[in-house]
């Protein structure tokens, strides 16, 4: 094999020592910051009232958001696969945006569009509404993308002939196209909601740092590090990633379950 | 019809989500005219800022596509303890706040942390060049590795065997068999993290001290447009040539596209 | 091929760790957010000068304690230009700054100015005076006080002249929660809470007198009101110790007193610090002007005022936000 001799060793090296500088080190140094006065002060810093809030903002809008796309990413890519329009390929690449657009751009142009003196006459800045669009922005491609391959593989015979056997087509897809997308829904889900947890750029600039109102914990972990208080930030870090992995375990989890018993 | 409902609601949230604010950024950037537009984004700062871009993603992306090879070789390749872990790394970046990356960079690098020595001897890694290719590289890492994965799985060992029992060495089984299958899934991985690369905002905010003409990439640049020079049309402009980028990257991915091998 | 690659990225982090490193002839400024306009001219007269001929620049501007604790954690800086003294004495604490930073004639500050607020073209709400800020509907937007040098000003201010309004410190404390209830929004700096301001957010900007001339000048829809009884800004510049180090650093921090320099400021809507300049200006004078050193409004000077009001987790403000967010 390429990677059992002298030269795969040396590459398997650098890729290891390139991954541990890059990525581990600072990591550790995270981690290690957020234990250095015990775990009573991590607990402190973690629940702090204004975290704490932060925190649960950040978890009840990645949420919404996960489930607005559950929603809308099951439409969108049920409109790019099974119908046909012209410009049906334009809207498909358009998808991708929120992968290529830089996060401040968005953010920018979305308080631009959606906040005061916007052409729209709607003002939604430092509200959570705000958030929520700047969050359900960034997120829009992981669930269509995660749909459209299983949509596109899907048999379309059972789907017929439950049709000719007289079940009106909601009913064709609640028992037999639904099942079949659920674990592609859920995977686009848990990077949905990943990436809402985290989300930064695209936030910043239309939360307007209200604490206990719209500040959400990526915010306030970036004030945290701005007033030098490592810890307190590095603290409330070490939560929400292990919050964010529990959650995409869980979800992980879930559909190995689910896909074990369909196959049953 | 539904068929006529749903088409129309799907698309309609895609056009007032995506396509307005992206149209928005370029009205307002030519709303005083393209020579208006035009000076602002050929400021001496702004030329720097999209230069440092440029470097930054010169550097981090060939870095992370070699080693992203590597790795995917590792993991798909290999037996080894700790390959799990190892897949949970790769993927790490993923999941993390880009305000937590540089945070972690910033405990690491800073006054008092393990590397904070590092600043006294005439190294300085925060608020300088080294700290914001870090930051570039840690959050693009895993974009090579996830693509070329899968397509490694898909294609199996068989000819990489059938090319070493007729006797040719590790390097060239690689440069002639394995490459040519991944070189899509390379190709659209590079598109992905070029992207990432250039659009990075939180993380290199924290470690880049903003120092203007030094250590301001291009979205700092924006924001710093925007928050404190009260310069909005230059906010725009710049932003139009990081969607003028993005538009690029989407097209490419469309090229790159995995496709169907047809053998 | 791998190896170039490797060798390539060594090279690259070392090259970029060596541009970081300070040249001969280089200064680097550190500076909060409002005053970049005027530091900008300064520079340019300065590098006229035979001592600043060929002298080149590095400048940051953001808000002052971010400023302040990215010194502290690495940031290089020869010349801090902050909003305020215990910004400054933060880093006499870290080692950074020498500790007679301030003994200069004029103490180490380099411009005033005074709190202003900022209404709308018009003043349609007709806000005059302090107690306006607090009648119902209005939205006064004004910087986040752990970030933003300028907020702090504000809020001394504010408490200042309740105080000359005869309030009792208990009075001018409820005062300031009252205060807070009416601020929908608190941007990072002076300079982003112009920004939310422009964009159309609130009814009044409380903040420096040199941003509130600047927003007309930029042609923002805006006037400003000088309330009668308002706070002395009073913003210190100091050499650290690396600036202690370069000629060219300790020959720009005299320059920032020279008449070419006062002059500069003047016209960015600064009041120059030295009398001979500032007697060409005519600068508004409030009849009930005070300063943070005005003990008998409560006004004890910046170290025990910022402990008092401004302790991140005991200060007065601190403990205001808290009870204003449940």
Partial sequence: MVSDRAGGALARGIALGYLSLVVLLPLAALVWSSRSHGLGAFWDQATEPEALSALKLTLALAAICALVNAVAGTAIAWVLVRDRFRGRGLVDSVIDLPFALPTIVAGLTLLALYGPGGPFKVDVAFTRMGVLLALLFVTLPFVVRAVQPVLLELDREMEEAAASLGARSFTVFRRIVFPNLLPAILSGVALAFSRAIGEFGAVVLISGNLPFKTEVSSVYIFQQVESDNGAAAAAVSVLLLAISLAVLLGIGAFRRWRTKYDHA | MSRYLLRFTALGYVAFLLLVPVGFVFYRAFGDGLGHAWDAVTTDRAIHALELTLMLTAIAVPANTIVGIILALMLVRTRFRGRGLLNAVVDLPLALSPVVVGLALYLLYGRGGWLGGLAERGVHVLFAFPGMLLATMFVSLPFVVREVVPVLREIGTEQEQAAETLGARPFQVFRRVTFPAIRWAVAYGVVLTTARCIGEFGAVSIVSGRIEGKTETLPIYVQSQYAFDFDTSGAYAASVVLALIAIATVVLLRVFQPKEEVL | ?326
């Fill in chain 3, 1 to 326: 091929m791998r190896v170039i690659c490797i060798a390539l990225l060594g090279v690259a982090l070392l090259a970029g760790s060596a541009a970081g490193a300070s040249r001969g002839g280089s200064v680097d400024l550190v500076a909060y957010s409002t005053p970049k306009d005027a530091y900008g001219k300064i520079i340019a007269s300065f590098q006229k000068t035979s001592a600043g001929n060929g002298t080149g620049f590095n400048e940051s501007y953001a808000a002052s304690g971010d400023q302040a604790r990215a010194v502290a954690a690495g940031l290089k800086a020869d010349i801090v230009a902050l909003a305020l003294d215990p910004d400054v004495n933060m880093l006499v604490g870290k080692g950074l700054v020498p500790k007679n930073w301030a003994a200069n004639s004029h103490k180490g500050i380099v411009s005033d100015s005074v709190v202003v607020f900022v209404v709308r073209d018009g003043n349609p709400k007709h806000i005059k005076g302090w107690g306006d800020l607090v009648k119902p509907g209005i939205q006064v937007i004004t910087p986040n006080p752990f970030t933003s040098g300028g907020a702090r000003w504000n809020v001394m201010a504010a408490y200042g002249a309740q105080r000359k309004a005869g309030k009792t410190d208990k009075q001018a404390i409820a005062y300031l929660k009252k205060f807070f209830q009416h601020v929908p929004v608190q941007p990072d700096s002076a300079r982003a809470a112009l920004q939310v301001f422009a964009q159309g957010k609130g009814d009044v900007l409380i903040t420096y007198e040199n941003e509130a001339i600047y927003a007309e000048k930029k042609g923002v829809h805006t006037e400003y009101k000088t309330p009668k009884s308002t706070l002395l800004i009073e913003t210190p510049v100091a050499l650290t110790k690396s600036g202690l180090k370069k000629p060219a650093a300790k020959a720009f921090y005299k320059f920032l007193w020279s008449s070419t320099a006062q002059k500069a400021f003047a016209s960015q809507g600064f009041r120059p610090v030295v009398k001979s300049v500032a007697k060409s200006y005519k600068f508004y004078r409030p009849s009930g002007l005070f300063t943070i050193n005005t003990t008998k409004l409560g006004l004890t000077g910046w170290t025990k005022v910022q402990t008092r009001f401004f302790h991140p987790t005991n200060g007065i403000v601190a403990k205001i936000e808290k009870s204003l967010g449940h």
